[in-house]
């Protein structure tokens, strides 16, 4: 494995040596630190620092007018963040600039996705009404996935019967008002 | 002499049996988190601060305290056995450890890791208990200016810290502090940051921000990662019951480990890593005869476990004398810690020593207690937590994930709250990707609001006359020292360079 890796990082290294433009795109995660490629990724993370503090600034400066003894109100700290966000972001990207951030593993989209997947479903069941349970078992199956668990039926199993020992520890132990769907009211007519 | 006589009546409070359960509890879990890699006792307070709002103040800030002991034992575990450590502040054992595994000496390694790990946390929960008390003499004649002084420099610390980079660590903490904006002013009632959403406008619960930065963001870090989670154990070989000499062997490290556990453990440079790394060289340097020899010839050297474990151990004590006397979280784990006490509207510092005595001395005592169990489980039960090692890796985070779903659904009431959770967890992702440090960002979100108050209460006390943060000389020297945490070691290593060059001319 780190053979593979180092063998795809001399790769783009090359390849990016031979084109004109200096850049590190985004799928060339392993050329890192000191490479002197412009880091793409890292030019972004900036920008979104530059876009956080406008927000904060934006919103700061709709608050209505106090007069007080302080004579600053509640828009004096979100300021101060505001301004050290830009001074931070403009480091950013100069850093960015100059390759100057770490070497970053390949990413394994397909794991993330999984554990994005897992706990969007799992939000959706919720508001949809079908209670922890069932989107508990969900999130549990999606998420053994992420890490490569392909037992499909298994993740399924252990998730159904992980997530209700929860419920029932919870609901009835600790009294945690957990979501309720057709197969908890069920429960909880049984059990009362 | 009063110190005395409150500490019993703490060991009145953390004997009543309840109290004995959750300690019983959190030191089992913090031992099985440790084992288990990738998964440290902050990861685990996070988890569990949603769901230990019925088990009351006390019990919870006991089983806490549990956890991130236990956290240091069973780190220790899987450093030795897998050469994987399961959190920062074992990363130093895994290297004397893990060898004397391989050559069958593991049980003997995870003994001397254990007694050291209860040598170092009673004697430091010891220093704790008497130094404490003077700590908050001192904090009592504190002003705003002062507090607002002390958290700046917990700001700057924990940024300069934490990781490689000052700029993003920095950046952490900005984010955090912008986190911390969210919600009503305490001051005015005026809604920041709030984008008229109803669930956002009273303050995100610093539970939803915590276990999205550290459980949710750091499952989609392990998920995103190309490795295989299914690695192998070394068996445990070999009694794990010292024998006269070993024990011979160990006791100068534990003791040299414990002082620069507990020297190190309430400076805020980021928790145990500091300590086990000057223990581990400190043991290294000075070993003689055998284990001199074991050093050198890579066999793998007890000395080198007992060290770092005493002082990894004794840092865990050391940090919660700024957290339970100052309010300043030294740690991630502390931060979390801090974050426990503010959902029982509870606010660490000299005032909590007057107020919340039972508490806190209840806390103190409970440590000793848990130190005791630790080595109980650690010791003749070895093999229980050696087992957990064998849980597939999927399954684990799997539960884990759930687990974090559970708790905040529970504690909330609302799925809203779901979506904010997998908003932070996006968000730790992006930043343990990045490589910037989340303990900044934590501490941001917490002590932001704080720092915020002092700084206007000062304003309005002032008539909005700023010089009255440099008036005091105590807080001047507390941003000094501020500055010179952060630049510090950019200069040493300058005129350390500096020097070298001039010896090279000469």
Redesign the interface.
């Known amino acids: 494995?780190p053979a593979d890796r180092q063998e795809t990082a001399g790769e783009t290294r090359l390849s990016a040596d031979q084109s004109a433009p200096e850049v590190r795109l985004h799928g060339e995660d392993e050329v890192g630190q000191g490479s002197g490629l412009r880091d793409l990724?890292?030019l972004g993370?900036a920008a979104g620092?530059f876009a956080?503090a406008l927000?904060?600034y934006g919103?700061?400066s709709s608050?209505?007018v106090?007069r007080?003894?302080?004579?600053?109100?509640?828009e004096?700290?979100?300021y101060i963040?505001a301004f050290?966000?830009v001074v931070?972001a403009g480091?950013?990207a100069v850093?960015a600039w100059r390759g100057g951030?770490?070497a970053?593993?390949?990413?394994?989209?397909s794991?993330?996705f999984?554990?994005?997947a897992?706990?969007?479903t799992?939000?959706i069941m919720?508001?949809a009404g079908t209670g922890?349970i069932a989107a508990?078992t969900v999130?549990?199956?999606f998420?053994?996935?992420?890490?490569?668990?392909t037992t499909h039926l298994l993740?399924f199993a252990?998730?159904a019967v992980?997530?209700t020992l929860?419920f029932l520890l919870?609901r009835y132990g600790?009294?945690?008002?957990?979501?309720n769907g057709p197969l908890e009211r069920s429960i909880d007519l049984l059990l009362r | 002499m009063d110190t005395f006589v409150l500490l019993l009546d703490g060991l009145a409070t953390a004997a009543q049996p309840m109290n004995l359960m959750f300690a019983l509890l959190g030191v089992m879990l913090g031992t099985a988190v440790g084992v288990m890699p990738g998964i440290g006792p902050a990861l685990t307070v996070a988890l569990l601060l949603p769901?230990s709002l019925?088990f009351g103040a006390t019990g919870s800030m006991i089983m806490f305290a549990g956890i991130y002991y236990g956290g240091m034992y069973g780190g220790a575990i899987s450093s030795i056995l897998l050469n994987t450590p399961g959190e920062t502040a074992s990363i130093m054992t895994a290297v004397e450890g893990n060898r004397m595994a391989k050559r069958g000496a593991g049980g003997k390694a995870l003994g001397a890791a254990a007694i050291g790990s209860f040598f170092g946390g009673t004697f430091a929960t010891m220093g704790l208990a008497l130094i404490a008390p003077l700590m908050v003499a001192v904090a009592l004649s504190f002003g705003t200016a002062e507090y607002f002084a002390l958290m700046v420099l917990s700001f700057m610390t924990v940024s300069a810290a934490f990781g490689g980079?000052v700029?993003r660590g920095?950046?952490a903490l900005?984010?955090g502090?912008?986190i911390g904006?969210v919600g009503t002013?305490k001051?005015?009632g005026?809604v920041?940051?709030a984008f008229g959403v109803p669930e956002m406008s009273d303050n995100i619960s610093i539970a939803i921000v915590a276990v999205g930065l550290f459980a949710?963001g750091e499952?989609?870090f392990?998920?995103?990662?190309?490795?295989?989670?299914k690695t192998k154990a070394e068996a445990v070989k070999g009694s794990v019951w010292l024998n006269w000499t070993d024990l011979k062997r160990c006791i100068r490290p534990y003791i040299r480990g414990t002082g620069l556990g507990f020297l190190f453990g309430p400076l805020p440079t980021g928790g145990a890593e500091i300590p086990t790394f000057l223990s581990y060289t400190t043991e290294k340097r000075l070993a003689t005869g055998e284990g001199r020899r074991d050093f050198d010839e890579g066999r793998g050297a007890i000395e080198g476990v007992a060290g770092p474990e005493a002082a990894n151990n004794a840092s865990a004590a050391g940090t919660l004398i700024p957290l339970l006397t100052l309010g300043l979280p030294t740690s991630a784990t502390a931060a979390m810690m801090l974050a426990g006490f503010q959902q029982y509207g509870l606010q660490p510092g000299p005032l909590l020593f007057t107020n919340n005595a039972e508490l806190v001395w209840g806390l103190v005592a409970s440590l000793f207690i848990a130190n005791l169990m630790l080595v109980v489980l650690n010791v003749p039960f070895i093999g229980i937590w050696v087992k957990l090692l064998t849980i597939?890796?999927?399954?684990l985070?799997?539960?884990i994930?759930?687990?974090a779903?559970?708790g905040i659904?529970?504690?909330q009431?609302s799925?809203f709250a779901?979506?904010l959770?997998?908003g932070f967890?996006?968000i730790g992702?992006?930043m343990r990707?990045?490589?910037y440090p989340l303990a900044p960002a934590l501490v941001g979100a917490i002590l932001?609001p704080l720092a915020?108050e002092q700084?206007?209460r000062g304003?309005?006390i002032n008539?909005?006359d700023w010089s009255f943060l440099v008036t005091s000389k105590i807080a001047l020297a507390i941003y000094a020292i501020a500055i010179l945490a952060v630049f510090g070691p950019r200069i040493w290593a300058f005129l350390r360079h500096r020097g070298v060059a001039r010896t090279n001319r000469a």
């Open positions: 494995m990724a890292g993370i620092l956080l927000v904060i919103d700061a608050y209505p106090r007080s003894y302080a004579q600053f109100g509640p004096i700290f979100p963040i050290g966000i931070l480091f950013t850093i951030f770490e970053r593993a390949r990413l394994n989209y794991g993330l999984w554990i994005v897992a706990i969007v799992e939000i919720l508001f922890f508990s999130l549990f199956a998420s053994a996935r992420a890490f490569g668990q993740n252990i998730g992980m997530s929860l919870f600790l009294g945690l008002a957990l979501p | 769901v019925s980079s700029t920095l950046t900005f984010i502090l912008t904006l002013d001051l005015t005026q920041r940051l949710i499952t989609m392990l998920a995103s990662q190309h490795i295989n989670h597939p890796r999927p399954w985070y799997a539960g994930l759930t687990f779903t559970l659904v529970g504690a009431g799925a779901l979506i959770l997998l967890g996006l992702f992006l990707r990045f490589g932001g915020e700084l206007r304003l309005m008539r909005g």
